[in-house]
């Protein structure tokens, strides 16, 4: 199957479903970023900090960039005047040199809180009560805006635990949406699914997914 082909059905499946397509092409070339560009794809992300920046260069400018992997905070600078959504906000430290660089850059950076929800302990994010707890501190970081949930459900065949993951993520969301926070936390995303899971995640209610190998076939090196 091509870029073109994988892209246009996973546009078909989606549309309708308010759910967003993130083209995740870490580790991916230029010329295949742009055959999902040619085919009117303007969403990507990626997960290292320095990829994104120097993708953000090469390619037109119209493309809406997205942070999808854990970031270490003397990276968020080479992002900053740019990135249109951190999907992997995990600590206070981090948020709080987001609004650092955010008040540098002079915009408003929106991110996502990541919650774990794997059995594995590899995945990073927060555990509900660190978010509750984070989410009070929100209102001290005007350069940011919390705009919802990410979460990555654990590496596994078994379809009943990756459903039980993103039903209690979707919970979680349900639960926030509901509540009252400052001003600058608005919880309307919620980023789960990739491509081993996305149709499961869309089923319960993901609006986006961060989709790769179904998009631009296997990564040749690891990330
Ligand atoms: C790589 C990555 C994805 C995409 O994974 P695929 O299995 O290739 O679809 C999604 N989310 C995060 C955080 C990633 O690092």
Redesign the pocket.
């Known amino acids: 199957m091509s870029i073109k082909n994988n892209i246009n059905l996973l546009q078909q499946e989606l549309s309708g479903k308010k759910c967003k397509l ?1 083209a ?1 092409s ?1 580790n991916q070339p230029i010329e295949k970023i742009m055959e999902a560009y040619h085919e009117g794809h303007r969403v990507f ?1 990626e ?1 290292k900090a320095r990829e994104l920046e120097k993708k953000w260069n090469e390619l037109p400018k119209d493309i809406e960039w997205h942070m ?3 970031m270490q905070t003397n990276k968020v600078k080479y992002i900053a005047p740019f990135v249109s959504l951190i ?2 906000v995990d600590s206070q430290k981090l948020l709080e040199e987001i609004n650092k660089q955010g008040n540098k850059a002079n915009r408003v950076i929106p991110c996502l809180l990541q919650i774990h929800i794997a059995r594995e302990d590899s995945k990073f994010g927060l555990k509900y009560d660190e978010l509750l707890t984070l989410l009070e501190t929100v209102n001290d970081y005007p350069f940011v805006k919390v705009t919802g949930l ?1 979460g ?1 459900a654990t590496l596994t065949d078994d379809a009943s635990i990756i459903r039980e993951e993103f039903a209690r993520l979707k919970q979680y969301f349900d639960e926030l949406k509901s509540k009252k926070f400052s001003k600058n936390i608005e919880i309307k995303e919620l980023s789960m699914g ?3 899971d ?1 149709p499961i995640a869309v089923d319960l209610g993901s609006t986006m997914v ?7 076939g296997e ?1 040749t090196t690891k ?1």
């Open positions: 993130i995740v870490k992300g997960n999808i992997g854990h999907h992997s990410m990555m990739m491509s081993a996305y961060r989709i790769g190998t179904s998009i631009f990564r990330g």
